[in-house]
Structure formats: structure tokens, C-alpha cells
């Protein structure tokens, strides 16, 4: 399917949204989504048309062109105008990388899901080799873009005092997993995305990787062997092909029972 012009997100994500939904058209009908940072509103439409009760949110709500349910105000880093255990998907697509208090996200993503919930969340992907190699050469995502610095932090939206960071909180996925891990969410699936030339050329430092990962695992693992799940699951992946190869990182979170 050719993707629409749709401002704000990468390929990937609205590729792989289209691919849920139609995935799962048999099972949304009448679930509850919550789609926080909703944009566009073109990712919560896809649900809606499947029959999902949809709730779009957003820091400037008057993006929202493409779904005709009202989009709401919302500021990701203050409790959520939502109440408790009443989402079945909750989605933040393309904003993680945006946010100072991560964990105060999780938390209140944690709050609002319902048992067995599924939080989604894409972000670019700064635990592949491309952008590995980018943050020891000048800590920024990718090695062509400028360096971290004041003057493109942070964006004023048009026409309004209010604003957003850039992308200067971008999370790993050893990082995402622990935020979820500390409100009792686990990692349910990790979408694969185009691989990057860089990360296969970088692949050559492949086998160090996964010496120093397993030898971490080995030693963690004789010190706490009741948390040995955790720990290699952990390993996994620090050494996966998926992760350490695809451009962007698309996650699916489970809410434990």
C-alpha cells in the first residue's frame, strides 16, 4: 500500500499501523485505543475504521485532519486526563524521543491500560550498530545530522508560545525494556524495520558485541540467579540481529496480569 503524505511520521510506523490494523481487524471492534500523540490523527482513523472506540490526544490537538473524532489536549509530562484500567491499546508513536520524564510515561501508560493492555510505542532506533556508531562519534543519532546544542533543542509550535524538545531524550531498548519492566509491563513483540548500510557494514564488530554481552550475562547471572529470565532476556537483546540492524524501533508492551 502506498503510504499517504503524513506529517510528522516516518514510513515505518504508519507501515506497520497499517499492518495491525489489518491484522487485527477481527479483534478491535469495539476496543478502547488511545492514540496519545495523535498528530494527523491519520494512525487513529486506521482504528476507528476497524470498529475501534478511538480517543485521540495530543500537545496541539488542532493537527488532527484526517479522523473526525476530536482530538483532546494533552500534556504527556502531567497526570493523564484519563482514568484508570479503561484502555485496551494504548499508542505514542514518534514522541518518546521527545520527552524529559520517561518514566513519569510509563508510569501513567502503566495506570490508564487495562490487565493484558498493549502499549505501542516507535521511536528511531539509537541501539542499532548505525546509531551506536554515531553516538561515540558526537552523541547524536546519526553521525550526519548536528551535533547535540541549544539552538535546535527545542521548537516553538507556530503561532504559539507553546513548544517541544527535539529528539535529545532518544531511549535504547535496554532502556524502553526497564521503564516498562519497573510498572510491570513486558516486551510482547519488536517490529523489524529496513536495515541500515551502515549497521551491516558496522557488523564486522558483531562478535566482540556478543562476547561482552554474553560474558555480562555469565557473571550477572552467577550473582542473581533468580533473576537469570530477566537477565537474558536482557542479552537477547543487546546481541539481536533485529535491533542492532533495523533504522527504527517499533514495540509492543503487554500490561502483566
Known amino acids: 500500500?502506498?503510504?499517504?503524505?503524513?506529517?510528522?511520521?516516518?514510513?515505518?510506523?504508519?507501515?506497520?499501523?497499517?499492518?495491525?490494523?489489518?491484522?487485527?481487524?477481527?479483534?478491535?471492534?469495539?476496543?478502547?485505543?488511545?492514540?496519545?500523540?495523535?498528530?494527523?490523527?491519520?494512525?487513529?482513523?486506521?482504528?476507528?475504521?476497524?470498529?475501534?472506540?478511538?480517543?485521540?490526544?495530543?500537545?496541539?490537538?488542532?493537527?488532527?485532519?484526517?479522523?473526525?473524532?476530536?482530538c483532546h489536549f494533552i500534556d504527556l509530562q502531567k497526570t493523564f486526563p484519563i482514568e484508570s484500567s479503561t484502555a485496551d491499546v494504548v499508542i505514542c508513536a514518534e514522541t518518546m524521543e521527545h520527552l524529559p520524564n520517561q518514566h513519569f510515561f510509563f508510569q501513567e501508560a502503566a495506570r490508564i491500560l487495562k490487565a493484558d493492555g498493549e502499549l505501542i510505542i516507535t521511536t528511531p532506533n539509537v541501539s542499532s550498530l548505525r546509531s551506536r556508531f554515531s553516538h561515540f562519534v558526537g552523541e547524536s543519532e546519526h553521525y550526519s545530522t548536528s551535533l547535540p546544542n541549544e539552538f535546535n533543542a527545542f521548537t516553538n509550535w507556530p503561532e504559539s508560545k507553546e513548544g517541544y524538545f527535539s529528539k535529545i531524550f532518544l531511549s535504547g531498548i535496554l532502556r524502553l525494556r526497564l521503564l516498562a519492566a519497573l510498572q510491570g509491563l513486558s516486551i510482547l513483540t519488536i517490529l523489524k524495520t529496513k536495515a541500515s548500510s551502515t549497521s551491516l557494514w558496522l557488523m564486522i564488530f558483531y562478535p566482540i558485541i556478543y562476547f561482552f554481552s554474553y560474558k555480562n550475562y555469565k557473571k550477572q547471572t552467577r550473582l542473581n540467579l533468580a533473576h537469570q529470565k530477566s537477565l537474558r532476556e536482557i542479552f537477547k537483546l543487546n546481541t539481536s540481529l533485529r535491533i542492532l540492524l533495523s533504522t527504527h524501533l517499533i514495540i509492543e508492551f503487554r500490561k502483566r496480569m
Do not use: C
Not at 22 to 40: C, I, M, P, R
Open 1 to 70: 500500500m502506498k503510504q499517504p503524505e503524513v506529517p510528522h511520521s516516518r514510513k515505518p510506523t504508519i507501515d506497520y499501523f497499517q499492518a495491525y490494523v489489518e491484522n487485527n481487524k477481527h479483534t478491535l471492534k469495539g476496543k478502547k485505543v488511545y492514540d496519545l500523540s495523535a498528530g494527523s490523527g491519520f494512525i487513529a482513523n486506521l482504528f476507528l475504521q476497524q470498529g475501534a472506540e478511538v480517543f485521540l490526544f495530543d500537545l496541539f490537538p488542532e493537527q488532527n485532519k484526517f479522523s473526525a473524532t476530536p
